[in-house]
């Protein structure tokens, strides 16, 4: 077990609907950072968050959105689903803000359909 | 930019077999190296890691060595186990460039 939770596990939901997927970091963690995991792009990176602020971004479409909130959790909100947004969603921490020569840990994934 | 190489999968061995998955990287800056894996339904585990050349990670009987030399981290086992079975994902970090860089992973089937 990583520390990382993640949920829903599992979501399933029509085209062009809205979703909401939340992490929580592990404790003391402040960096938080979401990844999509699907089968012709394998894993990208979405964005990331440190301490509430957004630090970087990566293939992160539009529809897509993001936030960290006080508590650390953070949310990915997508928007106007396509079937194309079908994939495994990653969260993962770290303790720092340039972290990614550090360990960044990872949740358990959440599985979005969209059918 | 960054980038990572991974050997294509799927690999299939025998119980007890050697194994090496190779991976090479392109990296702008003095990459920190990972080699991640992924269980069957489960999310990303961090398997071994070095930050410098000539370090080896090690970890289940894992191993990996930085070799800036050939720009390589190699993941061997001596003897694998059935309960390798899993996919094998390659990764690098570079300082200021917060996302990491992941090779394509390589599925990992061992047979009794």
């Known amino acids: 077990d990583s520390g990382v939770t993640q949920t829903p596990k599992h979501l399933i939901t029509a085209t062009g609907q809205r979703v909401t997927l939340r992490c929580s970091p592990r404790?003391?963690?402040?960096?938080v950072y979401w990844y999509q995991q699907s089968l012709d792009q394998g894993l990208q990176f979405l964005i990331q968050?440190?301490?509430?602020?957004?630090?970087a971004k990566g293939n992160i479409l539009e529809r897509f959105s993001a936030q960290q909130f006080p508590d650390l959790h953070s949310e990915l909100n997508l928007s106007s689903l396509e079937l194309g947004d079908s994939a495994l969603y990653f969260c993962?921490?770290?303790?720092?803000?340039?972290?990614?020569?550090?360990?960044?840990?990872f949740g358990p994934g959440t599985r979005l359909t969209v059918l | 930019g960054n980038s990572v190489t991974q050997m294509e999968g799927p690999v299939t061995l025998s119980e007890e077999a050697f194994l090496t998955i190779n991976c090479t990287y392109t990296?702008?800056?003095?990459?920190?190296l990972f080699w991640y894996v992924q269980y069957p339904g489960e999310g990303l585990q961090l398997l071994l890691k070095?930050?410098?050349?000539?370090d080896k990670g090690s970890n289940k009987g894992f191993e990996a060595t930085y070799r800036k030399e050939t720009t390589s981290f190699h993941l061997e086992k001596g003897s694998v186990q059935v309960s390798d079975s899993a996919v094998y994902f390659c990764a690098l970090g570079t300082f200021g460039n917060e996302k990491l860089t992941f090779g394509t992973g390589t599925r990992l089937t061992i047979i009794p």
């Open positions: 990296a702008t800056g003095y990459p920190s």
């Open positions: 968050y440190y301490n509430g602020e957004e630090r």
């Open positions: 404790s003391g963690d402040l960096s």
């Open positions: 993962a921490s770290s303790v720092r803000q340039f972290s990614s020569t550090d360990t960044q840990y």
């Open positions: 070095a930050t410098k050349a000539d």
